[in-house]
Nanobody, 117 residues
Framework: QVQLVESGGGLVQPGGSLRLSCTAS????????MGWYRQAPGKQREVVAY???????NYASKVEGRFTISRDNAKNTLYLQMHSLKPEDTAVYYC???????????WGQGTQVTVSS
């Protein structure tokens, strides 16, 4: 019922920047909670940042001060602006949506971010 598609990943040098986008379609509501997670090879998926239903941003300590999460409700799009990227940021980044309409949890297909010189 909800589809999420991430984009914007790629190869970037340490210290560089990327902006990830997640476009949502289907039964979308502005009351949905949305966030970003990431998973490196051989490691568990971890939260990066998320927005509460009231729009309050929360960040993992590893990225706080470097990443910014935002949402454009009119475009049903979630963003993750990443600055000062480090090699340890290398992972597949996933968009997540907790639907207030279907009461289901949805994931995108992921977008690869590689930070390397």
């Amino acid at each position: 019922q909800v589809q999420l598609v991430e984009s914007g990943g790629g190869l970037v040098q340490p210290g560089g920047s990327l902006r990830l986008s997640c476009t949502a379609s289907g039964s979308i509501s502005g009351d949905d909670s949305m966030g970003w997670y990431r998973q490196a090879p051989g490691k568990q998926r971890e939260v990066v940042a998320y927005l509460t239903t009231s729009g309050y941003p929360n960040y993992a300590s590893k990225v706080e001060g470097r990443f910014t999460i935002s949402r454009d409700n009119a475009k049903n799009t979630l963003y993750l602006q990443m600055h000062s990227l480090k090699p340890e940021d290398t992972a597949v980044y996933y968009c997540n949506l907790a639907s207030s309409v279907t009461l289901e949890l949805y994931w995108g297909q992921g977008t690869q971010v590689t930070v390397s010189s």
